[in-house]
Structure formats: C-alpha cells, structure tokens
C-alpha cells in the first residue's frame, strides 16, 4: 500500500492515517450499494442524468445523454 500511495505522489504518513480512519471504509460501502442500486458493479462505471454504463466502450452513451441534458438545458433558458 504504501508503494502504491507514494507512486501516486502522496505522503505516506498522511495515507497511513487515512486508511487508520474507519470513515473511508462506511464512505466506500455507501458509493458500492449506490452502484448496485444503478445496475452496476464495477469499474469503470459511468453515470450522467439518469443514465448509468459500465465500461470505457460504452462513454458514447455518457456523451449522447451529456449532449441531450444541454440542448435541453439551452431550450430551458430560451
């Protein structure tokens, strides 16, 4: 872990005491039951308006959806 923390550019000491707090883990468990409650389980997991993907092959669908959610925002301010 801690090769991981420091190849990302991080304080060690500072990640060990992040993963001493027990917050991350009720914070991860909350964002894992989210997933499952959108049909999803794991990543990469892509969710924009009301539609929710798994997979880099499916970011066509995010950009569609992204597209449709501002026209429809730019009709909404006309």
Known sequence: ???????AGLDWAEGRRCLDDPAW????????????D??????PSFRVGSVAVWGQDRLWV???????????ASR???
């Open 38 to 43: 959108l049909g999803l389980w794991g990543v």
């Open 62 to 72: 995010v950009e569609d959806e992204y597209r449709r959610l501002v026209r429809a």
């Open 1 to 7: 872990m801690r090769r991981i923390v420091e190849g």
């Open 76 to 78: 909404q301010r006309a």
């Open 25 to 36: 883990r009720e914070e991860a468990e909350r964002n894992r039951e989210e997933l499952f």
